[in-house]
Structures are given as C-alpha cells and as structure tokens.
C-alpha cells in the first residue's frame, strides 16, 4: 500500500517536472525571440539611422500587419499538427471579392462581412475534408492554393479590379491613428483575441490537446474533427482579411497579390517557437516573429542589400530557429 502510493506520488511529481520543463521550454524560446529582435532592432537603428524614423518604422508596421495576421491563423492551425497552404490564394480572393462588391455600390460593412464568410468557408471546406476524411491537410490545402487561385482569375478573367471609393474603407487599410497605421492595431487586436481564445477557453484547450495526441483526443470525447475544421475556418477568415485591408490600401483589387504569403506565414510560426507537429507554442512568439522578420527585410532594404541575399539571411534564421528549438523540446522532454 505504501509502495503504491510512493509510485503514485513520484508519478505525480514526475508529469509536474515535465509540465514545468515544457513550459520553461516554451518560454526560453519565447525570451530568445524577443531578445534577438531587440538586439537586431539596436544594430538597425546603429547601422541605418533613418532605421528609428517615425515614417519608417509606421511602414514597417503597415507592411507587416498582413503577414502577421495571416500568420497569427496559421499559428492555430500548426497547433492541431496542421498546415494551410492556401491562405495566400484565399487571401487573394478576400480581397478580389470586396472590390467586386462594393464596385456596385455594395455598403462596406456588408461587403467585408462577406468577404470574411467567404475565406472562412474556404478554410472550413479544406479543414473538414482533411478531419472527416482523414485527407492530409498539406495535399488538401495545396489544392485549395491552385483551385481558389484560378477562381480568382476568373472573377474578372486576370484583370484587377477598381473598388468603390468609400474613404472610411480606405482608412482601414491605409489610414493611420497618429503615428500609428490603423491596420498594426488590426493586427495587435488580432493577436490579443486569438491569445485570449487560446489560453483563455475551452476550445483553446481543444486545440492544444489535438495537436498533442489527436487519438488521445479524441478518446476522450473531445471534438477532434470540428476543432480542426474551426481553426481552418479562422485562418480562412484571417486570411481574407487581409485581402480585404490589401484592397482598402491599394484601392484595386489585385488577383496576382499574396503569391508565397504562405511560406512568410509558416515561417513566422516556426520561428516564433509553434512545434510543426503540433501541441506547443503561441500566437505571442508568431507576433514577435513577424516584427522581426519584417525589420531584417526593412534593414536589408535600407543598406540596400538585393532581395536575393534577404532570401537567403531568412532561410538561415529559420534553419537556426529549428535547430534551436528541437534541442529546447529534447532537453525539456529529457527533463
């Protein structure tokens, strides 16, 4: 009897070590991320001074926040040991379909509204086709990128199209409150929201145990195949939010916009510390992730360094930021 309750307590003891090694895992990868990009943020404002310029660091914000946003659904994807290829193409047509609409003389509410429902159901079809069907999410979604990107085409046979000239739709995507561009608060609301659902509720919890052990899971009553189609409809929606802010900026809807908006979006997951296979990670370390990647393109371009070498200054950070965090998850998993 008192062996059995020795074993028992050890156990206990054991599974709350591991719990704080992982959550010490978590957040050394989430400290390092913030570290680096304050000190990439210090040598940006030493090697280029107009780096720290109010009108350069609103752009930087303005052009990172569609990323970000996009980002910041495929986080919770990732999460469930998903991935969405499509959201570059969805993206597109989000902000195809809002030119198309309010050309007529749709209202903005209205026309953003459904605009939004239309991404969100692009996601929730591949989302459910890959949990009710047990289809992998990389191939469903890889076709989602060529299909939704050919109708985007279509919509107006490759040629962009003019939206309506509502100033107030022009002001969400390229209006600013002060120094600040009204589409970074989009992204911080963005981000807090999606913070708050994970770690603040119960389908938050949903989606941490799927991409745990989805068989576990699903053993245990949870919704496994409605969490995962849920999180692909948000990054559904996310993403067509962005063509939607896209579109109030440019005030032309461009079908040919957001090529590759995928692979920025997977590698600001993976950088901001998101485990591939899910169960691990945060929407915090993708925000961080965006600025930082955001600011090293910025500090390229403004020593006027080609696109070329940026590409491949990414691709090492984001080698290091693997490296880095499989031997974090096997040395909490030692623990």
């Known amino acids: ?40 943020c210090v040598v940006a404002s030493l090697l280029a001074p107009q780096f720290l310029t109010g009108r350069n660091i609103a752009n930087l914000l303005q052009q990172s926040s569609l990323t970000g946003i996009v980002a910041i659904g495929m986080t919770m994807v990732v999460l469930t040991a998903g991935i969405d290829l499509s959201v570059g193409s969805v993206a597109a047509f989000g902000g195809m379909t809002v030119a198309l609409l309010m050309a007529p003389g749709m209202p903005v509410l209205p026309a953003i509204l459904l605009s939004l ?41 490759g040629k962009p199209a003019q939206a309506g000239g509502s100033e107030a739709f ?11 561009p009204i589409v970074g608060i989009i992204f911080v609301v963005v981000t807090l929201l999606a913070a708050g659902v994970l770690r603040g509720t119960t ?8 991409g745990s052990n989805k068989e576990a899971a699903r053993l245990s009553g949870l919704p496994v195949r409605g969490v995962i189609t849920t999180v692909f409809a948000v990054s559904g929606g996310l993403a067509a939010l962005a063509g939607v ?30 485990n591939l296979f899910g169960g691990r990670g945060g929407v915090f370390g993708t925000f961080v992730a965006v600025l930082l990647l955001s600011v090293l393109r ?15 200054v990414t691709g090492l950070i984001l ?17």
């Open 298 to 312: 910025n500090l390229c371009n403004l020593l006027g360094l080609g696109s070329f070498f940026q590409m491949v």
């Open 1 to 40: 009897m008192t062996t059995s309750l020795g074993s028992t307590l050890a156990s206990a003891a054991g599974k709350e070590r591991a719990g704080r090694s992982r959550r010490g895992a978590d957040l050394i990868v989430k400290s390092n991320l913030l570290l680096v990009f304050l000190g990439l």
């Open 203 to 210: 389908f938050g919890e949903y989606v941490y145990a799927v």
């Open 170 to 180: 022009q002001l969400l995507g390229g209006g600013f409150v002060g120094y600040v």
């Open 319 to 335: 080698l290091v930021a693997l490296v880095l965090n499989m031997l974090i998850e096997r040395r909490g998993a030692r623990a």
């Open 245 to 274: 802010l896209l579109t109030s900026r440019l005030t032309v809807g461009q079908p040919t916009a957001f090529s590759g908006l995928e692979l920025d979006a997977i590698a600001a997951v993976v950088l901001g510390g998101t």
């Open 117 to 157: 429902a239309i991404g969100a159901a692009f996601g929730a079809v591949m989302g459910g086709l890959s949990a009710y069907l047990s289809l992998p999410s990389f191939m469903t979604t890889l076709a989602g990128l060529t299909a939704i990107r050919g109708l985007t085409y279509l919509l107006t046979d």
